[in-house]
């Protein structure tokens, strides 16, 4: 009796299905690999991240400056800050420009981007007579690279 077992038989019409599918989807078996993570942010692309936040900040303070309605008491923010910047020269543009920045480290953070440490000192516009100057302070957040904005940061 034969008890040789059959061998498989591969037809070229299998090795062409193979070969096909490998030339129309090169990128599936790159799909699966795990994204690179970004090199950290320079610290250019940090106080940069940090100037667009703050100039988004500094963009709805003007937008509610401008809600200002004396008989309306739900717009009383916009009120204050309509008396603040006509206390300060009636210019709200400086406010949140950075005046100096320094990187201080960054590590990886536990879920993606990076927690950095850095110092800032930033131009309050009419609060630095308040405060006697540009405060200098100390700060951390964390910075996220996205393919459309660039680096972002959250702060904390």
Not at 5 to 18: E, F, K, L, Q, S
Not at 40 to 62: G, H, I, K
Request: aromatic content about 4%.
């Amino acid at each position: 009796m034969n008890t040789r077992h059959p061998r498989p038989i591969v037809t070229i019409a299998a090795v062409g299905a193979a070969v096909l599918c490998a030339a129309l989807a090169p990128g599936v078996a790159q799909a699966a690999a795990p994204a690179r993570r970004a090199a950290e942010p320079s610290e250019a692309q940090m106080r940069q991240a940090l100037q667009d936040r703050l100039d988004a900040a500094s963009a709805a303070q003007r937008r509610m400056a401008g809600t200002c309605d004396p008989d309306n008491p739900m717009t009383i923010m916009g009120c204050l800050m309509s008396a603040g910047q006509q206390a300060g020269g009636g210019s709200m543009g400086s406010i949140g420009r950075i005046l100096y920045f320094e990187k201080l480290s960054c590590g990886e953070a536990t879920t993606n981007g990076y927690i950095c440490d850095y110092v800032i000192q930033q131009d309050m516009g009419p609060g630095n007579a308040i405060l006697g100057g540009a405060p200098t302070q100390s700060g951390t957040g964390r910075f996220i690279h996205t393919p459309s904005r660039g680096w972002v940061v959250i702060t904390r």
